[in-house]
């Protein structure tokens, strides 16, 4: 067995994690708001670490004023639970973070997820089976999306066609999902049989 | 009796998966492992590099998805390192910021100069917002590493301005792969991403569109990644259990829906009489 205690924590809490696969239970319960406990704990750290480095330092020590203004918004963010009377502020710091974010993920968006998918979608040339299969799932499920006009005759079986493309899709999203969820498992008794017991070496 | 398969006790369930994962573990089947085309187009991606060369490495992932994860940004570190490519690690939220912490203490510990091999960047805020302002700027957006060195001083971050100064840019994701389609891709730069097994059906359209250069799937795309580089680590380890995993879930629909089909037999039946 491994004479590291963090180790042995690493196992035992996996262990005890577990535990709820069998029914729900007071050491499942303690294990998951240890996990919760920690990692909020850890986030808060990191929190203050940033808002001291990148913006209290610069603030104080090289007088960039600027930094004056994330500070703020920040400290406005609070507002709601220190002074009621002024809980609508908040809503000014929201406001500037909903706005940069949308204006940042937009502009990005229209070439990633846009653009640039069109454009892939039809320099492809039609000279493999994967190739001419993207492209008629591709089409298929546009049309599957068009509801100015009623699907009827051959545009309604081409619209079926894209609406199982999609089933598709999304078995395989779930299926990888599934098997990311293996993975995770796999890596947790790798801890307890094989860092932790020592079954076996790599 | 048939009927019964619908109706699995959960722990049973549970308890069969236990066994059935765990036991490749302790006794290795050493099954086949095909290597995929993105993996390889990663693993060339970085076999491209010269000595000397400038990569970014982000991470995203928290210790909850490490299984899944952290096998192949080791195994692409210890790609990078065997190159002798100079490695700015950072990470893009607050978890992620600590493997770039570990990376760089593992690999002082193994010979490299910290603030000339690697640097650790430390955590980026602001999700996309921030990365937008990373791509655009780093030594503005990131003044300082995680060690508090102002990355001026630092002879590996010298000649630095924009994302498009180094040679290849490299994210480890675990849900928001997309930020570095939009933020990084559209400077023209080598993109791998690193994945989590649920995120590939959706980043694999960037790869065909080649938005991206490249794409690793999670604990699999590790162990292939670990194949092609001659180097075994916790992605081969794991290959066994999961693809065992994956045989009993098949099982386990093909019995739940003999169960199914058996119930709906019983129920016609039982109405006809």
């Known amino acids: ?202 | 009796m048939l009927a019964k398969l619908a109706h699995i006790d959960s722990r049973v369930i549970f308890a069969a998966f236990f066994i059935v994962v765990s036991l490749p573990l302790i006794f290795p089947l050493n099954l086949p492992l095909n290597v995929l085309g993105w993996t390889r187009q990663s693993y060339d991606e970085l076999q491209k590099l010269a000595a000397g060369d400038l990569v970014i490495m982000t991470m995203q992932y928290s210790p909850a998805l490490m299984a899944d994860s952290h096998p192949t940004a080791v195994v692409m570190m210890k790609h990078l390192m065997q190159k002798n490519v100079r490695v700015i690690l950072m990470g893009d939220t607050p978890d992620g910021a600590r493997w770039a912490t570990l990376f760089a203490k593992e690999w002082e510990g193994k010979g490299k100069t910290y603030g000339v091999d690697i640097v650790d960047l430390g955590f980026l805020p602001g999700y996309e917002t921030g990365l937008a302002a990373f791509v655009r700027d780093i030594p503005k957006t990131m003044p300082r590493d995680a060690r508090g060195n102002d990355v001026g001083s630092l002879p590996i971050m010298k000649g630095i301005k924009t994302v498009t100064d180094v040679k290849l840019f490299i994210g480890h994701e675990s849900g928001s792969g997309r930020n570095y389609v939009r933020q990084v891709s559209p400077y023209k730069i080598p993109v791998v991403i690193g994945c989590m097994t649920a995120d590939a059906y959706e980043l694999e359209p960037f790869l065909q569109a080649k938005q991206i250069q490249g794409l690793i799937v999670g604990l699999r795309g590790g162990a292939e990644y670990e194949k092609l580089l001659g180097a075994p680590g916790a992605g081969l380890a794991g290959n066994d259990s999961q693809n065992a995993g994956h045989l009993l879930v098949i099982a386990f629909v093909i019995l739940g829906n003999i169960g199914y089909l058996a119930e709906r037999r019983n129920k016609a039946r039982q109405g006809g009489e």
């Open chain 1, 1 to 202: 067995m491994s004479p590291d205690l963090g180790t042995w924590v690493n196992a035992i809490c996996t262990l005890a994690v577990f535990t709820v696969l069998y029914r729900h239970n007071p050491v499942s319960k303690v294990t998951e708001n240890l996990y919760v406990g920690i990692g909020a704990g850890y986030q808060l750290m990191l929190a203050y670490e940033t808002v001291r480095n990148k913006a209290w330092i610069p603030l104080a020590t090289k007088g960039e004023a600027k930094m004056a203004i994330p500070i703020v918004l920040g400290l406005l963010l609070f507002t709601n639970y220190v002074l009621p009377k002024a809980r609508e502020w908040n809503k000014i710091a929201i406001a500037v973070m909903v706005a940069a974010g949308t204006a940042v993920t937009l502009k990005g968006t229209m070439e990633a997820d846009f653009l640039g998918q069109i454009r892939g979608a039809i320099s492809v040339p039609l000279t493999s089976f994967d190739a001419m299969l993207t492209f008629i799932c591709t089409v298929s499920t546009i049309i599957y999306f068009l509801f100015t006009f009623s699907m009827k005759g051959v545009m309604a079986t081409v619209s079926r066609l894209g609406y199982w493309a999609m089933m598709v899709a999304f078995g395989a999203g779930f299926g990888n999902t599934i098997g990311g969820r293996f993975a995770q498992f796999t890596g947790r008794m790798d801890v307890v049989f094989g860092e932790w017991l020592k079954l076996y070496t790599r």
